[in-house]
């Protein structure tokens, strides 16, 4: 137990109690509430519907847009995008006049609630499941201080001391280093989890997994019971440790495509050069990073970044009424709405309905790697996650973010 003064960590214009016993988040990527359901209806979760009947269960929403980095950045920072700045994982740079993966700490505004609490002399540990966000989520780590840990399992056979905190890590964990698209990347960010506590115990813990299988399998299907019963053994060993528990989700997932399989896509480069010309709109999916596999780089939300002198109005009013866009704003009332940043935001935001997706060109997206019918993210639709604690808890208001959820293991739950 921590003795340290004062009794709250402060970050991003929060507070947080020092906890008594080890506190661990779980980030369960793309994961809609109905794949927790689905698992423990068939008997295959039993861990997840004890923690569903004995500890305390609400629907959060999510951040928009509802992609993987925005999402896991509000949860470990207690803000939306307009204060940490990570608005997807692509933005147009105008002054360099260039595309710009946000996959950087310098381009991070804010500092993470993980940081504060280690130079508060806490211990901390982060895992997750890809790279692109290690670093991200690790901000402002010192691995020298002794008292934190941040790695990936993606490239756990490269962890060392100097960057992470730890080494020799597959031994550690005592599995094999897991493929990227597969889920046992995901498997391994729980087994990293529970040996982080029966030997180094921080005091508080991230976890955040892949959406590899959500893209893949809808609930209730073979292959998501299966994730889900894998998960729900890792579930009980952690809540058996005596940790408090607290699970939320970056996004959900919805099928994306056609009755005959094939990804129902609307092409908004394609559609901007027959409505403004060739060079007037260029449009970015802040969806599109290095694993496009298992999507495409096809997801529900858009930002058209216009030159001076194109007609935007004429392009909201078309776009409006152009099947498949659920909504368009100008960059404006976009980022009032969404709580975005107004410099990594286009002149106009469009979002798809529930099983539309959006695009630039059709001859840009490889769609090669879609083994299965798309499922995708990004939109309005995939806003609503699961939010579950294995204690109880006092919730702090009606309208939960996901990025409440570091409060809400902190602050509300019964000591």
Request: net charge negative; proline share 5%.
């Amino acid at each position: 137990m921590l003795t340290r003064a004062p009794n709250t960590v402060a970050a991003n214009g929060r507070s947080y109690r020092l906890p008594e016993v080890p506190t661990v988040v779980v980030c369960i990527d793309g994961s809609e509430p109905g794949y927790i359901e689905a698992a423990i209806a068939r008997g295959l979760a039993p861990n997840l519907d004890r923690l569903l009947r004995a500890g305390s269960y609400r629907l959060a929403r999510s951040v928009i847009p509802s992609f993987t980095n925005p999402n896991n950045i509000s949860i470990i920072t207690g803000q939306p995008p307009a204060v940490h700045g990570i608005a997807g994982n692509y933005f147009y740079d105008r002054a360099a006049g260039e595309e710009v993966m946000m996959n950087d700490v310098r381009f991070m505004r804010a500092g993470t609630i993980m940081q504060a609490f280690e130079e508060a002399g806490a211990k901390v540990a982060v895992v997750t499941a890809k790279d692109k966000l290690r670093t991200l989520l690790g901000k402002g780590l010192d691995p020298k201080s002794g008292r934190s840990i941040a790695f990936s399992s993606e490239k756990a056979d490269k962890a060392t001391l100097a960057e992470n905190g730890i080494e020799n890590l597959l031994a550690f964990v005592g599995k094999p280093l897991p493929e990227v698209y597969s889920a046992d990347l995901s498997e391994f960010v729980f087994a990293a989890g529970v040996k982080l506590i029966t030997t180094f115990r921080p005091d508080v813990m991230y976890l955040s997994t892949t959406d590899y299988i959500q893209h893949k399998a809808a609930p209730d299907s073979e292959v998501a019971n299966a994730f889900y019963a894998m998960m729900d053994r890792y579930v009980g060993e952690l809540d058996a440790l005596g940790c408090v528990l607290a699970l939320t989700a970056d996004h959900g997932m919805n099928d994306k495509h056609l009755a005959s399989g094939e990804p129902d896509v609307l092409y908004l480069q394609d559609w901007a050069d027959l409505r403004c010309g060739a060079g007037q709109a260029r449009v970015i999916l802040p969806i599109t990073d290095p694993y496009v596999a298992h999507h495409g780089a096809l997801g529900s939300f858009a930002t058209i970044y216009l030159t001076e002198g194109a007609d935007g109005r004429a392009l909201l009013s078309e776009l409006a009424a152009t099947d498949g866009v659920e909504v368009v704003l100008d960059s404006a009332a976009a980022c009032i709405r969404f709580a975005l940043p107004a410099d990594r935001i286009g002149d106009i935001v469009v979002i798809s309905t529930r099983h539309k997706v959006l695009g630039t060109s059709a001859a840009r997206h490889d769609l090669t790697g879609l083994t299965e019918p798309l499922r995708s993210h990004g939109g309005l639709t995939e806003q609503l996650v699961p939010m579950l604690v294995n204690r109880a808890v006092d919730w702090p208001k009606e309208q939960l973010r996901n990025f409440d959820v570091f409060d809400v293991a902190l602050n509300c739950v019964a000591v």
